[in-house]
Nanobody, 112 residues
Framework: QVQLAESGGGLVQAGGSLRLSCVAS????????MSWFRQAPGKGREFVAR????????DYADDVRGRFTVSRDDDKNTMYLQMDNLKPEDTATYYC?????WGQGTQVTVSS
């Protein structure tokens, strides 16, 4: 089973940006989907974005479309989530997933 490790979270003011990274312990076998989810305190885990391979097509949740960008670097076995124009409601722990594997999460806090 592949291990995943997220990083890049932190505290940012509303309107600011962060870039999250998710490093996989090995290259995934094609075809695959890597995804970002988030979980806010007291709420369930919700889908944020995903990227498909091969092809590289992407999907976004409605409330992040136009503000977040998911991408990947196959040479580094890494998926990214560029988050711009952050809002307080984006505050959550962000997780990446690949198949049945999940990372430990990275905290994003957006102050108003």
């Amino acid at each position: 089973q592949v291990q995943l490790a997220e990083s890049g979270g932190g505290l940012v003011q509303a309107g600011g940006s962060l870039r999250l990274s998710c490093v996989a312990s090995r290259r995934a076998f094609n075809p695959y989907t890597m995804s970002w989810f988030r979980q806010a305190p007291g709420k369930g885990r919700e889908f944020v974005a995903r990227i498909y391979w091969p092809g590289g097509s992407v999907d976004y949740a409605d409330d992040v479309r136009g503000r977040f960008t998911v991408s990947r670097d196959d040479d580094k076995n890494t998926m990214y989530l560029q988050m711009d124009n952050l809002k307080p409601e984006d505050t959550a722990t962000y997780y990446c997933s690949l198949g049945n594997s999940w990372g430990q999460g990275t905290q994003v806090t957006v102050s108003s």
